[in-house]
T-cell receptor, first 117, second 114 residues
Framework: GAVVSQHPSWVICKSGTSVKIECRSLDFQATTMFWYRQFPKQSLMLMATSNEGSKATYEQGVEKDKFLINHASLTLSTLTVTSAHPEDSSFYIC?????????????FGPGTRLLVL | AQSVTQPDIHITVSEGASLELRCNYSYGATPYLFWYVQSPGQGLQLLLKYFSGDTLVQGIKGFEAEFKRSQSSFNLRKPSVHWSDAAEYFCAVGAGGTASKLTFGTGTRLQVTL
C-alpha cells in the first residue's frame, strides 16, 4: 500500500518551454501533497505544500509564478515549471500524505528528472 | 526551527558486517522521526518511523532505529548488511509533531564492499 507515482520519470525540454509533472497516489487518498527539489548529491528541499482544492503554500524563495502547483483531486497533484531555464534542471520529487490521521507519514514518488537545454 | 544532522557523509562497510548510521535532531518537543532510503535516480522509500511509545523501532529490510531523547539521536542499525543496501540514507524530523513539514538531513551514502 501507499504507492505514489510520478510522470514522466524524466524529461528534456528546450529553454523557454513549460513542463508539467504529475504526482498520483495510487492506492490512497492524499489530503496533502508536497513537492521537493533535489540537487545532485544533496538533500531534499521542500518547495511547496498543496492541499486538495486549495492554493499551494510555497516555501520562502520559491517562485510561485514559475512553479505552478495544482491539486485538483485527492489522488492527483501537478507541478508545472513555466518558461523553464537551464537552472531549473533538477530532480523533482513529490510526496503524498494523509495528514491529520494517526501516524501520518509522507510517501514519496520515484522522482522526475528535468533537463532544460 | 527543527534541524537534522547526519555526521557521516559516506560510510563503507563489508557485506555481512553490522551497520549504524547516525542521526541527531534538534526540536523542542517530542519529534516525529523518519528514516528513508534512496537508491540512485530513485525516490525515497520509508524504512521506519517513530512517533511515540517503544523507543526501539523495527522497519523494513531488517533495519531498526532507537530513539534516545537524552542524546537527541535516532540512529539506524542493521546487524548484517547486504550488498543491495548500498544507497543514500536520509534521516528526517517532522515539525509540530506531524509529518507535515519534514526537515531532512544531508544524507549518508552507504557503500558495501563484497
Amino acid at each position: 500500500g501507499a504507492v505514489v507515482s510520478q510522470h514522466p520519470s524524466w524529461v528534456i525540454c528546450k529553454s523557454g518551454t513549460s513542463v508539467k509533472i504529475e504526482c498520483r497516489s495510487l492506492d490512497f487518498q492524499a489530503t496533502t501533497m508536497f513537492w521537493y527539489r533535489q540537487f545532485p548529491k544533496q538533500s531534499l528541499m521542500l518547495m511547496a505544500t498543496s492541499n486538495e482544492g486549495s492554493k499551494a503554500t510555497y516555501e520562502q524563495g520559491v517562485e510561485k509564478d514559475k512553479f505552478l502547483i495544482n491539486h485538483a483531486s485527492l489522488t492527483l497533484s501537478t507541478l508545472t515549471v513555466t518558461s523553464a531555464h537551464p537552472e531549473d534542471s533538477s530532480f523533482y520529487i513529490c510526496s503524498a500524505s494523509t495528514l491529520g490521521q494517526i501516524k501520518e507519514t509522507q510517501y514519496f514518488g520515484p522522482g522526475t528528472r528535468l533537463l532544460v537545454l | 526551527a527543527q534541524s537534522v544532522t547526519q555526521p557521516d557523509i559516506h560510510i563503507t562497510v563489508s557485506e555481512g558486517a553490522s551497520l549504524e548510521l547516525r542521526c541527531n535532531y534538534s526540536y523542542g518537543a517530542t519529534p516525529y522521526l523518519f528514516w528513508y532510503v534512496q537508491s540512485p535516480g530513485q525516490g525515497l522509500q520509508l524504512l521506519l518511523k517513530y512517533f511515540s511509545g517503544d523507543t526501539l523501532v523495527q522497519g523494513i529490510k531488517g533495519f531498526e532505529a532507537e530513539f534516545k531523547r537524552s542524546q537527541s539521536s535516532f540512529n539506524l542499525r542493521k546487524p548484517s548488511v547486504h550488498w543491495s543496501d548500498a544507497a543514500e540514507y536520509f534521516c528526517a524530523v517532522g515539525a509540530g509533531g506531524t509529518a507535515s513539514k519534514l526537515t531532512f538531513g544531508t544524507g549518508t551514502r552507504l557503500q558495501v564492499t563484497l
